[in-house]
């Protein structure tokens, strides 16, 4: 089992930043993903980037410019720098972790996730 918390979400203005974190702990795996989404309720889930245990990072078109996941290894904490936020960028954020299977990871990882973090942007 993996356990994850976020923090760092809450309210800014247009053009403005925040930074979200999501600490790690439990089991670890050698090969694995972890990344952000979003959700509006009512819509479906949004991912927005991945990092994997290679180092790899990955992002979604609406994140791409914008957005920059990292990871603290020492801290088993991931980040995601959220620059130049607009409305509609009003959502919770999830993190989220999986085993890497192949390759690459999907934007959208299902097996462990956060209780999410609202973001408002007005």
């Known amino acids: 089992q993996v356990q994850l918390v976020e923090s760092g979400g809450g309210s800014v203005q247009a053009g403005g930043s925040l930074r979200l974190s999501c600490a790690a702990s439990?089991?670890?795996?050698?090969?694995?993903?972890m990344g952000w989404f979003r959700q509006v309720p009512g819509k479906e889930r949004e991912g927005l980037a991945t990092i994997d245990s290679r180092g790899i990072t990955a992002y979604a078109d609406s994140a791409k410019g914008r957005f920059t996941i990292s990871l603290d290894a020492a801290k088993n904490t991931m980040y995601l720098q959220m620059n130049s936020l607009k409305p509609e960028d009003t959502a919770i954020y999830y993190c989220?972790?999986?085993?890497?299977?192949?390759?690459?990871?999907?934007?959208?990882?299902?097996?462990?996730r956060g209780q999410g973090t609202q973001v408002t942007v007005s």
């Open positions: 989220a972790a999986d085993y890497l299977y192949g390759s690459r990871c999907p934007l959208v990882l299902g097996a462990w």
């Open positions: 439990g089991r670890t795996y050698s090969k694995w993903c």
